[in-house]
Nanobody, 114 residues
């Protein structure tokens, strides 16, 4: 069964930190580059961080230096450590494959207050 379960979101003040987790079924996770996406109200869903199966990472400019993506291949889990959060980071965060994402999970809400 194809499954993605995101967790770890919440309400935090600007400058605070959160750590998101996403557990994926093996058919999605194994051997694939995984990413964290986010979608703010009224906006499209955008990829903000990605990690290859070998651990190489990439970030969109707006989060580089503040967010860190990592993965545990033994647990089929990908993480997003978010530091120095800003109000503009407020969004629903999703994880999925970087290429051909397919089915989406329910996401986890991150709200950053000013």
């Amino acid at each position: 069964q194809v499954q993605l379960v995101e967790s770890g979101g919440g309400l935090v003040q600007a400058g605070g930190s959160l750590r998101l987790s996403c557990t994926a079924s093996g058919s999605i996770f194994s051997g694939n580059a995984m990413g964290w996406y986010r979608q703010a109200p009224g906006k499209q869903r955008d990829l903000v961080a990605g990690i290859t199966s070998g651990g190489s990472t990439s970030y969109t400019n707006s989060v580089r230096g503040r967010f860190t993506i990592s993965r545990d291949n033994a647990k089929n889990t990908v993480y997003l450590q978010m530091n120095n959060l800003k109000p503009e980071d407020t969004a629903v965060y999703y994880c999925n494959k970087v290429l051909h994402p397919g089915h989406w999970g329910q996401g986890t809400q991150v709200t950053v207050s000013s």
